[in-house]
């Protein structure tokens, strides 16, 4: 069992910046590979980025590449998510995934792996 609890979300004006947290309970932390997904309002739930065990390999979802980072560090339990040039357009709850497998070609079929979700936190952009 991972628990998986989310930080950092929050208000901030277009072109900012912010940095989430998703630590993580139990020992088999570094089993799993992390990912973030948002969900805006009336709209599915969709990829964001994702890790690998060892942090060595990260996937971007087109709309975020170049202008989010997803890091780890197994020695905290803890995955972030440093979102640069903030757009209106990000603004959605974005929550921390646990999943066994690293995303497959199609990215929108990551969800389907997800073992374990975070409750979520909310990032709202202004214009």
């Known amino acids: 069992q991972v628990q998986l609890v989310e930080s950092g979300g929050g208000l901030v004006q277009a072109g900012g910046s912010l940095r989430l947290s998703c630590a993580a309970s139990?020992?088999?932390?570094?089993?799993?590979?992390m990912g973030w997904f948002r969900q805006a309002p009336g709209k599915e739930r969709e990829f964001v980025a994702a890790?690998?065990?060892?942090?060595?390999?990260?996937y971007y979802a087109d709309s975020v590449k170049g202008r989010f980072t997803i890091s780890r560090d197994n020695a905290k339990n803890t995955v972030y998510l440093q979102m640069n040039s903030l757009k209106p357009e990000d603004t959605a709850v974005y929550y921390c995934?646990?999943?066994?497998?690293?995303?497959?070609?199609?990215?929108?079929?990551?969800?389907?792996?997800?073992?374990?979700w975070g409750q979520g936190t909310q990032v709202t952009v202004s214009s």
């Open positions: 995934a646990a999943s066994l497998s690293l995303p497959p070609r199609a990215y929108s079929d990551y969800i389907r792996t997800v073992r374990y």
């Open positions: 139990g020992r088999t932390f570094s089993s799993y590979a």
């Open positions: 890790i690998s065990w060892s942090g060595s390999s990260t």
